[in-house]
């Protein structure tokens, strides 16, 4: 019952996003991208290891899912540009998941790169999807600069910690002309489930599912979670109220004493 | 002999070597799918490596797609 | 993929019981209760009102639902004792959803005359399923009385606020022997979950769907989410940390600069 | 003439006038299925509806289920 | 600027009670007792020690403040109200911190013996401060049971996690007749400043001064903590807004470009 | 017991930084701001109003305040310099609090503007003190760019939201070499004493105490708060447990059954 | 002699050993200020004491304030 | 006659007039203390008001200090 979206101009049924990192192996990346739903994984970009044994390439070709190149690792805009040309070359996409670090212990995007490099790539044709803080201001001028989505944190990337500043996101939905998809942070279902509610189009997890016990029941789990926020969200949810409400009539009440 | 640095280990190529010679020894699969190089952090597009002809001192860096984001 | 519980020595496939409470009418209870895929829900026990239309069992057994009927508008012990043992003779079943309320406000129970009450329908043969406050000592005392499960507030009823007190929840789910279901409080699906990857084994709620703008959509979502936060709890989520954890390799990044 | 209460409002039935007349009285359905009573706060099985004969002033509450909880 | 309040038919100045267990040494806990200002604090009823040096009631009177005993370690309403005797007898006061626990690993009162030993007490003639639950009814029932106060948790003893549910507490300060004084839970200073902000009339702790690494500044530190909270809610607060409200003037503004 | 801290060069004795903004009259601000104990006040530079009665100046002087003129209102680096070129001017100081804001519903900083108007007053001789969001990155940069110190906000302006992510403000503090004043949002005394404890070396608040109802008596509550914060941080709070800890002896309890 | 536990140590009093006896024994300061003495359960106030004998098994608690709450 | 805007409003001021006259025609208190002047988005300092002569269209800004932030 829940309902696809555009992104990047193209339709999509799922609104999670697998990020393929963590795993302890290529199969369980297998079993867990499948269990997903997603149809679109973000990789990374390394020096080829003559030693790698499989292709995560086959590996989602076979899950159905399509890659989304990333930018990890990059410190400036000029080596998120050029990394995000690299993937362009190597996987034949031109969209990129963009990523700008400012701080290694946080691994927090830098704004002021992270909006340079937004904008070159823009320039450059790429289908930009920012991984970004959680300040609706940044937000709003990266997709002042053309981006194809904004995709705001919950919280660290791999901290588990959910999202940290309910106020910001909703901010930064009630403003977005585009897409808005809830990247990095998310620990568990709920915090999923919460993030479709606050009104976000999608979200992008890796490590809560790749790092959990069993990665294809968590998959599973932020599968649904994902459906149920969203199917929430639309069914419209009643008010919260200071005192109770009564879900038994107030009337007909016998008189026993 | 061309001396240059790929994937950031120093490597002699014969001179006159080009750029898909040192794709090779960077251990990238035949027809390089899914790879992409930079020379001095410069892309290079799959369709020049063969005419591209290695300097002296440049560095090449040769990558693909791994489990990551 | 979710696995049934044991109540009462029954066993029920789905972790979701409905109550039957603030529908605009019995068609959209109907679907609602279908969507939700609940096997259990409540009904009160009031004056019979010759005007009435349609019969709410009729269209609970038409929905494949048991009925359970509460106690709700008691204020005392010895009300509800005799309204559990009217509804049992009225609809043939000895299980009973014991309220009995302490002020009429917030609608929150009277600890010792749910302690008495509890006490006597057990002595009487009942399968007693209480409504409670979150306090961990009182849910002990009335495990202790014998009651099959303890279901603690997450809030008001029909206020939607959630879960206000987790340590609470928390202390009761570790120290409880019997199967725990969050009742009252869930206002949107993430409590749900919430409720479930907190270690409830169940979750019971009326208004969040009964009062929605789309009360069959939310059940449905209800639905979801309950699953989703008893497959996350299953799948052993990845903990909390306050700092980053890369999910993309550190390993093989280029230099480019 | 039997006076009583039935779900809160003064009925006056026949003398000698037993339970089930009043649950009839009250609008239950025929059998009463679904429907329990109660006479000054003890419940009555159905069973014994028909034997039970009611006494000046007596409340009887007839209760069947509704949406609720 | 505090104003004191009424306990017990008397009046107080200071707004914080102190409780003594915990500190390392008598002298640490004089300095601390001084540097709060307190005019009340706790005692326990134990076993005369013939080895024990120091007398805690010298102590306390040389810092000008007033021996409350309390109830610590009874597990049922017959032996609090035992010990509430034998402190009266002790110590000549028939006040008494009534504390009846419903289990050892989290100290959190029984509601039903509490309420049991309250009434018995009040009786009996004592002034009854009962330490309970933030469960809103149990305070209800203890003062209409004739308490002079209610003294609801904000989280176990000894835990320092603060106020767990401000809702609740929300509830219980609306509704009372008699004082409300937070009693346990508070860890550091904003925990006080919270509690009489939430509108409670005065707070009592122990640990959180006891414990401290500097016993008699945090001590300081609760008094100011507890004057700031009163002080503040008397002086208005500003409503919480979802959207700035800016504080320099939008008239006069120059144009510059 | 408070003691004082350095800042651009200079020491204070007060941790209470005020803002003028919303007082209803300058007789108001004047009694706020002796309550306070603040050293330091922030004015806005507007047109000059032939209408305007009195002086906030002399005011200002008269409470043995100083003033730091702001550059409230600016949307663009250009325009902030130039603002706080005119505040030099006018004012005779080359501290500035630095001001540039990204969307006019919020008030919330833009970063790429903000970063670039601190790095070109630092290289024009000023003593900057940016406010900023609270992006550990972003704070990060400001520090890097000169900024004599940190202002992140808790929550937007006016809006007495308090801290909205302490997680975020953790991590400025943690990593910050210069001062971190906490600025924008504190709605009550308990946010300025939480926001001490987290580890701010002072406060900055306008709105709290201008709008409230008794302005004098909020200030005072204020200037309270933030000592009572600080003195818990340097008490040093105990931790946090997740069961109780008892207060009284478990040694020497009586058998009283 | 008379068996009694006084703050639950067995102890042996002389016989007709009344329960001022048993609180020196226990440790309480001269004139007992500050202390309250329970015999099985039950207060028994200061002025009591003197003319209270002990009996054979009796339980004898003598308590006082410490550190606490 | 020079006509300039002074705080956002249109002013024609005699030919020749320099920025104290703009100054003071905003209504600035005498001498101009905790006053600041830009003209065209220039701050001009105090010391050099008297010896700028105004331009046609130029836009002047003058400021105080006022409640704020």
């Given amino acids: 019952m829940t309902v696809g979206f555009e992104l990047g101009g193209r339709s999509f049924d799922s609104r999670l996003i697998m990020g393929t990192g963590g795993f302890r192996n290529l199969e369980l990346m297998a079993e867990a991208v499948t269990a997903s739903g997603a149809e679109l994984a973000t990789v990374a970009m390394r020096r080829v290891d003559p030693a790698a044994r499989g292709s995560i390439l086959e590996v989602l070709e076979g899950a159905g899912c399509e890659v989304l190149p990333n930018t990890a690792g990059c410190f400036t805009a000029r080596d998120a540009v050029t990394t995000a040309r690299l993937g362009r070359e190597a996987l034949g996409t031109d969209w990129v998941k963009l990523e700008v670090i400012g701080d290694d212990r946080t691994l927090l995007p830098d704004p002021a790169e992270l909006l340079e490099a937004a904008e070159t790539l823009v320039a450059d044709g790429f ?14 001028r990266l997709e002042d600069a053309g981006c194809a989505a904004v995709m705001p944190l919950g919280s660290p990337i791999g901290s588990g910690m959910g ?29 999923a489930t919460l993030a479709m509610e606050m009104g976000c189009d999608g979200v992008l997890l890796a490590s809560a599912v790749s790092r959990a016990e069993d990665p ?10 994902v459906e149920a926020g969203y199917e929430a969200r639309r069914a419209g949810r009643i008010p919260k109220r200071l005192l109770a409400r009564a879900s038994s009539p107030e009337a007909g009440v016998p008189e026993l004493t | 002999m061309t001396a240059v640095r790929i994937n950031g280990e120093a490597r002699d190529l014969p001179a006159g070597a080009t750029l898909d010679e040192a794709v090779r020894e960077a251990g990238a699969p035949q027809g390089g799918r899914g790879v992409a190089v930079a020379v001095d952090g410069e892309v290079v597009p799959r369709g020049d490596w063969s005419g591209t002809p290695l300097r002296e001192g ?6 693909h797609a791994v489990q990551g984001g």
């Fill in chain 1, 127 to 140: 289908t930009v999807l920012p991984y970004t803080s959680d300040d609706p201001v940044l937000a709003r």
């Fill in chain 1, 163 to 191: 999202i940290n500043n309910l106020y910001n996101l909703r901010l930064i939905v009630e403003a977005a002309g585009v897409p808005v998809i809830l990247d990095a942070g998310i620990g568990t279902a709920s915090d």
């Fill in chain 1, 216 to 225: 294809a029941a968590m998959a599973h789990a932020m599968r649904l979670a």
């Fill in chain 2, 58 to 63: 440049q560095r090449v860096e040769v990558l």
